[in-house]
């Protein structure tokens, strides 16, 4: 994928992504977080990751990651980039794990009985789909079975691998 992201560093432990969203509202720090996911059984991986995507919030222990908000800053396909840049480098650092990819459920999402987030994600797939589809291996997750992606599905959880 050859479009523009923002600059982001890795925290000391590997499993936390930094960057700074810059736009309408300003700047807003953002984190994806990669956390092994401990029972994999059920993946075509056993070793399978969550990433885990949202705005930096200050909390009494310090900060936290908030998947919940919509933003709105303007900036929404340079953000998703940078947040594949990020699940594809640790990708090619991992190629034998495997990432799932699974959108907040906020109100609206509930409303319009669709998962907002993972359409984001899938546009972003599908868009890419000869480029991506080239490296990764993807699966479709709906109503919890487990199934090869195709492209203009609409799943509950994206899964991603190397080839």
Not at 95 to 111: C, Q
């Amino acid at each position: 994928m050859n479009k523009d992201t923002y600059p982001f560093y890795r925290a000391e432990d590997n499993s936390l992504y930094f960057f700074i969203s810059k736009g309408i509202h300003g700047n807003i720090q953002k984190v994806v977080s990669i956390n092994k996911i401990p029972d994999s059984s059920d993946y075509p991986s056993e070793s399978a990751y969550n990433l885990g995507f949202g705005d930096v919030v200050a909390a009494y222990d310090g900060w936290t990651l908030d998947d919940s908000p919509r933003s709105g800053n303007g900036d929404m396909p340079k953000v998703i980039a940078t947040v594949a840049r990020i699940a594809m480098e640790f990708l090619r650092e991992h190629p034998e794990s495997l990432l799932s990819l699974e959108g907040y459920m906020d109100e609206k999402s509930t409303m319009q009985g669709k998962n907002q987030r993972n359409v984001l994600y899938q546009r972003a797939i599908n868009s890419n789909w000869l480029q991506l589809s080239a490296e990764f291996r993807f699966w479709g997750v709906k109503s919890g079975e487990i199934a090869d992606y195709i492209v203009g599905n609409q799943y509950d959880k994206i899964l991603v691998g190397c080839k």
